[in-house]
């Protein structure tokens, strides 16, 4: 239940930068394949040991799978 506030949060907030975990909870896949998507999009940001997420360009490559 903990995710998944954090994730309603996140959504509410209207956040730019997002971990991998949050951000795995928050487009509803697993880890290992949020990471190598944000790393193919190129909206990683390392801080420190941290590595951050930026949305604005993951959401535009995320797009580029949609089907119409």
């Given at each position: 239940m903990r995710a998944r506030k954090?994730?309603?949060?996140?959504?509410?907030q209207g956040k730019k930068y997002v971990k991998y975990d949050e951000g795995a909870a928050l487009y509803s896949m697993?880890?290992?394949t949020f990471q190598?998507?944000?790393k193919e999009a190129q909206a990683t940001v390392?801080?420190?040991r941290s590595?951050?997420?930026n949305l604005d360009?993951?959401?535009k490559y995320f797009q580029?799978?949609?089907e119409f």
């Open positions: 954090r994730v309603e949060l996140t959504r509410e697993g880890l290992n190598r998507l944000a390392r801080v420190g590595v951050w997420v360009l993951f959401e580029t799978f949609a």
